[in-house]
Every structure is written in structure tokens, then in C-alpha cells.
């Protein structure tokens, strides 16, 4: 009842001031505060090394953090170690499983390790094969599973214990659309249907854009936007055009003709503006760049995005930022603490 | 307390299951020390005839020297089969759950022991078959087969703390060669007491392998040897309560959830 009653709280998941420092490595965790509503679906956006795996390690306590503090299920994540694992499920970066053992393996020693009752450890086991499509590779070995099979089995395995939060690092990353899409309508079922609280760490804007009911922008270990996908973007307003000149040494030129049409954003392939009056100045823009005899190879119209967001932020691409960082996850236990 | 046992026991099935699910794991450490067996037993025939050489079946002799060379394949499985799930993630995944530290230990070390009494059983039907009969009798078939247990144990132990602290199957694997060196700088080819070369006597005389090895075959050539079943014992008894104590040190260390 006192665990039921924690969990209900308004905030299935606070953090304050979180810090995580690494002795041989930046602070990959910078002061970070969350709260994440019971209930919601929770999108943790950022290239990779931007501190999203070192968080969701902190949350579900197998990472202490540096400095701050943070509550999961009304639990304190330092203090609580054991109350946290009893109310989350988590489904890491990497699927977690032994190529050597079976789905239904797993999932019965999942079952048991969580101390369900012995009389229940058999039929959950099937009702998770069966949601998640692996009835029939049951009892086949995880190695000769895909990637997509390995990431369904690891959600069930979360999900073993009936946990009320739920953290997903990265579930879809190297999954072909197919296997992506039907995770997704797992989790937005798990969510609605069950009212599981959804933390979900990913790179990929579309996920953040399609399944997050608010999301978190985190780069260099720092939130630096958070919101309703459609606040950000309309955070963000109006829409940009970006040209490319087919001449690449005619950017300069390029540039100075959109400037007329509004401000200068950073773009990757050319040069890009935000639109004053929004997309009506097109046609405005193509008889400027006729008017001057500048050839266009490219000309496109971005309705705003995520990336767009992520890029007014910070001033780089959500894409070309992955390269930055370092890859980060459970490698980062093995990272000395500061 | 039923709790932890629970654990333990699904903890070491799983172990089990892992070690005859890897066929090459099985077979090596039973038929490479036999391998070394039968090549010793050539070689070092003409041993027998040294003045003061505790027996005449050479056999009998390098019998007790597969016990050990099998228990070091243990040292390597064990904590290559750690490092694995550590590389995997899967510790991650167990410590997400109630386990106790000291149950993923216990239980790990469990498909260890399964092995290890399987090789001892191949290695005394074998050694049966050459000819040699145990000089301490059935009895000391059953104290032999838990010294081995208890040489497996602190063996794998020792794999355990390797794999926990480097979290690299390859550090584990490469712990091997080194144990090889401690094996051969023993008393395995020769007793102690005949030994030549004397910076040799010196080194093996030091090296606790020497009495392991020592213990095992007192109780096939000698029978009951008091001092070197103390002596056994005792050395297999500290090496294992270290090991498991580094082992669970370091388990603490790695898991680092709060």
C-alpha cells in the first residue's frame, strides 16, 4: 500500500542538479533537473555521448551519481537502491542476454530472480513471449535470434516483473523500420494501456517526434530544451529555407540574397534562413536568386523539426553532433569516479 | 535464507546448462591434461628407476597432475564466462533484480564444480584402466574427489576476481599461460626430494601448486599421508577463501548499484 502509494505520486520520476563526473573522462551528467509525469512517455533526445546513457544508469541505481539527487517511483535512487529495482523495468543499451540460453530461459529466470510465485512464473513467461511475438522462437537459442527478436525479448524481460516505470536506452537503435515500428506500438500500448510510466532515451528524431508525449534535449551532458514535441517546434516558429548554390564558391552571394528574407540559420550542405513571413516568401526567393544569376543546385522549404530545435539550441545538427561525442553506456561503469 | 538459496540454485543451473551448451569447454579440460598424461607417462618412464622414487607405475605417479592442469581449464572458463556477461550487459541485467552478490558467485561457480567432477570422473576411469589402483582405497577416491571440488572452487574463484576486475574475457584467457608456468615449476614431473637443480627444488618447494599436487598423489601412491593431506588441503582451503574474498571484493566494486 505504501509502495502503491509512492508510485502514484504526481512525478514517477524526478531528478535534481544531477552530476556525474568521470576521472578520465568530461562530466558526462551536468547538473540536470526532470520531472516526468506518472503515466507519461518520456523522450531523452541527444547524439550519442551526450550523457542520455549515464542518466538512465544513474536513475535505475547502477550508477551512483557525483552530486544532486534523484527519485524514481517516489524512491531515492541513492538511499532506495533496492525499492528503485523493485518498481523499474529496464531494458539497457545494449540487449542484455546469454546467447547460450533460450527466450523462455531467460524470461522464466527473470521471473525467478524477481521472486514471482512459483505458480506464476510459467504463464508470465508465455503471456510475454506472446506479446512480443516470440511464441514460436521460445525455445530456440538467443544467438540465432535477429536484432530485432534480441530487442523485443530484452523489453520482455523488463517487463517480467510488472514494473510501473519503465527505462528504454536506445530499443531501436540498428532495428530495420518493421521491428522499429512494432516496438513503438508496444510502448505506446504499455503506456496507455497499462499507464506505465515511459523513460526513453534515443537519438533518432522521428522516435522522440512520433512516440513522446513531452521530450528532453540533452547535449554535453545538459538539458537544453524540453517540452510537447509540437511546443519546441513552435518554439522554433516559423519555417527555414536552405540553398545549396551549384556553385559552391557562390555561398557568400547565396547567403546575402536570403538575408533579405530573414535570419541567417547554421545549415550543413549550404546556406539556410528563417523565413520573416513564412513559406509565401518562396516565390520571392526563387525570382531573387534568378534576378541574380545565381544558380541554385538545391532549393528546400523545412517545416520546423526536432533537429531544428536541436540546431537553434545549440547551433549544430542533431546528425552531425553524433560524431562529437564518444559512445557512451555501461562502458561508463568501468570509467573511474571523479 | 530459502530466498538465497532460491538464487544460488538458479544461478548455478543456468551455469550448468552454459557449460555443456559450449561443447569445446567441456572437452578441452578433460582430454588436454589426459593428452599431457599420456605424454608424460612415455617420457618419464625410466623416473621409476631413481633411487627413492615413491612408485613404480609412472602412470600412477603423473595421475595426480591432470587434477591440477583440469582445475586451472576451470580458472578460465569461469571467469571467461563472467567476463561474457559482463561484456553483454547481462550482470547489468541481473543486478537490476533482488539477486545477492554472494548468489551470482556461488552459482556462477556451480557449471565449475559440474565440470570439475565430471573431468575427475574421466581421469580416474582412465587412470583405472592404465592399471593404477588408489593406494588409500575407495575411501580415498571420495577424499579426492572433494579436495578436487575444493581445488575447482578456489581455482575458479580466482577467474572470478580476474573477470571482475578487468571485465575482459581476454585478460581472463591470458591468465592462463601464467598458471601454466606455476604447474610446470612444480613437483608434477618429479618429487621434490630427487630434484637435481637446485635454484628448481627451491622454486617448486615454494610454489603451493607443488602441494596440491603432492596431496592428490599421496592418496593414489602413497595412501593416507597425513602431512601431505594437510598440507593440500590447507593451501587449497586459504587459496579459495582468498579467491572468493578478492572474487566478492570486486563483485561489490562492479556491480556499484546502490
Known sequence: ?338 | MVILADQIYLLARRSVVRTLRQPANVIAPVVFPLMLLAVNSGGLKAETHLPGFPTTSITAFILAVPFIQGALFATMNTGTDLARDIQTGFLSRLSLTPMRGIALLVGQLGGTVTLGLLQAAVYIAVGYAAGVRFASGPLGVLVLLVFFVLVVLAFGALGLFAALRTGSGEAVQSLFPAFFVFLFISSMAIPRNLMTVHWFQVAATANPVSYLIEGVRSLIVIGWDAEALALGFGIAVCVAAVAISLAAWSLHDRLARS
Request: no cysteine; aromatic share 4%.
Open chain 1, 1 to 338: 500500500m505504501h509502495r502503491l502509494a509512492r508510485v502514484s505520486e504526481q512525478h514517477a520520476i524526478e531528478a535534481a542538479s544531477l552530476v556525474r563526473e568521470f576521472k578520465k573522462g568530461p562530466r558526462a551528467v551536468d547538473h540536470i533537473d526532470l520531472a516526468v509525469a506518472t503515466g507519461e512517455i518520456y523522450g531523452f533526445l541527444g547524439p550519442n555521448g551526450a550523457g542520455k546513457s549515464t542518466t538512465v544508469l544513474m536513475l535505475t541505481t547502477l550508477l551512483p551519481p557525483t552530486s544532486g539527487s534523484a527519485r524514481v517511483g517516489g524512491f531515492d535512487v541513492v538511499k532506495d537502491g533496492p525499492e528503485v529495482r523493485k518498481t523499474i523495468g529496464a531494458a539497457l543499451q545494449e540487449a542484455a542476454l546469454d546467447p547460450l540460453l533460450t527466450g523462455r530461459e531467460h524470461l522464466r529466470l527473470q521471473a525467478s530472480l524477481q521472486a514471482l510465485p512459483r505458480h506464476d512464473r510459467g504463464p508470465r513467461s508465455d503471456e510475454l513471449l506472446e506479446r512480443v511475438g516470440l511464441t514460436e522462437a521460445a525455445d530456440r537459442k538467443v544467438r540465432g535470434y535477429s536484432g530485432g527478436m534480441k530487442r523485443r525479448l530484452d523489453l520482455a524481460l523488463a517487463l517480467v516483473h510488472r514494473p510501473r516505470i519503465l527505462f528504454l536506452d536506445e530499443p531501436t537503435t540498428g532495428l530495420d523500420i518493421q521491428s522499429r515500428t512494432a516496438l513503438w506500438g508496444e510502448v505506446r500500448r504499455l503506456a496507455k494501456d497499462d499507464g506505465v510510466t515511459v523513460f526513453l532515451t534515443t537519438q533518432y528524431l522521428e522516435e522522440a517526434d512520433v512516440l513522446a508525449d513531452r521530450v528532453g534535449i540533452i547535449d554535453h551532458g545538459r538539458i537544453v530544451a524540453e517540452g510537447t514535441p509540437a511546443a519546441l517546434k513552435a518554439e522554433i516558429g516559423r519555417p527555414t529555407v536552405e540553398v545549396v548554390p551549384a556553385d559552391p564558391t557562390e555561398e557568400a552571394h547565396a547567403a546575402s540574397i536570403l538575408a533579405r528574407f530573414g535570419e541567417p540559420v547554421a545549415s550543413v550542405r549550404g546556406v539556410a534562413a528563417r523565413l520573416r513571413t513564412g513559406q509565401a516568401d518562396l516565390a520571392e526567393i526563387v525570382r531573387a536568386f534568378d534576378n541574380e544569376g545565381l544558380a541554385v543546385g538545391q532549393l528546400q522549404l523545412h517545416q520546423p523539426s526536432l533537429d531544428d530545435v536541436f540546431l537553434f539550441k545549440t547551433g549544430r545538427s542533431l546528425e552531425g553532433a553524433d560524431d562529437e561525442g564518444e559512445e557512451e553506456g555501461l562502458g561508463g561503469l568501468a570509467m573511474e569516479p571523479a
